[in-house]
């Protein structure tokens, strides 16, 4: 409890945490108030097209080549960018955590049919394989959940695994196989928890690649047509590119701001969880500067 608290205190003091925070925050906002701001649905049009931000003031980012409101798109588009990647990390974390715990504590046969398999999905670019899966079930936003969670839990599972192999001759561990604990117990109730930092890290980060290859995905044509989100806002305005810029931009710095956000909390909660690696960071130029010091007459 004292280490999670010391955790906690050093997140707060943390500048990348705070900045990162707060752009999570006004999204989640945006997110949760688009019903109540913007109550019409943002795929009708709502006003001329081709208005520019600040030309009319009913649509303050303007509207797109189809006259919808891109401001409430921004809104609304909010909360299902943000649903997609925290689903989808969701299912990555879940068969991730799972393929890896048993690997790295069930010994080298299962270990070894585990990481074949694993082996196996990253032979081919999760991306693209997640345009064939959206591609063969259809564009809805459930398959594009589906389609980026089960594409992105090799790299959990591999992380999970190592923590195991580390963790599980621990004494601990040891000693709850003295007292008789089962296999469940030892592995969700004795190694998971001590394996959880680097996984919670790698969690934020998982958010924010799923947000991305939604975008890729809606950019490409294989968005759920019957919702609004950021990459769809990208693609519908790419054809209009160079005439009016800011339909692809608002919607892609969005996309940056909440991907920058995400990468910020999970560098800050890396340097909580592990500060000997922050020291390490920040002790890294001592020796070269004593060395300097060495050679002066």
């Known amino acids: 409890m004292n280490g999670l608290l010391r955790a906690s205190l050093r997140l707060l003091r943390a500048p990348s945490a705070a900045v990162g925070a707060s752009i999570l925050l006004l999204v989640l906002a945006a997110a949760a108030s688009a019903p109540w701001l913007f109550p019409d649905d943002p795929l009708e049009m709502a006003g001329a097209p081709f208005t520019w931000p600040g030309e009319d003031a009913e649509f303050p980012a303007g509207t797109d080549l189809m006259g919808r409101n891109i401001l409430a798109g921004l809104f609304h588009g909010a909360r299902v960018s943000l649903l997609v990647g925290g689903a989808s990390a969701a299912i990555a974390l879940a068969i991730g955590l799972l393929v890896g715990a048993f690997s790295g504590y069930a010994g080298p046969r299962v270990d ?54 580390s963790l599980r001759e621990r004494e ?50 294989l968005g759920d047509p019957n919702v609004v989100s950021w990459g769809s806002m990208v693609g519908a305005g790419r054809e209009a590119l160079r005439t009016a810029w800011y339909m692809t931009a608002l919607p892609g710095l969005t996309i940056m ?17 592990n500060p000997k690696l922050r020291r390490g960071r920040i002790a890294a130029p001592a020796p070269a500067q004593g060395s300097l010091g060495a050679n002066r007459p």
Not at 199 to 208: D, F, G, L, Q, W
Not at 213 to 221: M, N, V
Not at 257 to 273: E, G, K, P, R, Y
């Open 112 to 165: 070894a049919v585990l990481m074949r398999i694993t082996e196996l999905f990253q032979t081919v670019p999760s991306f693209l394989l997640a345009i064939v899966l959206v591609a063969i079930m259809g564009p809805s936003l459930s398959t594009i959940i589906l389609a980026l969670g089960i594409t992105s839990w090799t790299g959990i599972a591999r992380l999970t695994r190592g923590e195991f192999i």
């Open 172 to 221: 601990f561990v040891r000693a709850a196989q003295t007292l008789g604990a089962g296999h469940a117990r030892i592995i969700f109730r004795e190694i998971l928890p001590n394996a959880l930092p680097p996984i919670i890290v790698t969690a934020a980060v998982m958010v924010a690649q799923a947000i991305l290859s939604e975008a890729g995905l809606s950019f490409l044509g």
């Open 257 to 273: 701001a909440t991907v920058l956000a995400l990468n910020l909390l999970s560098d800050a909660v890396n340097d909580a969880l």
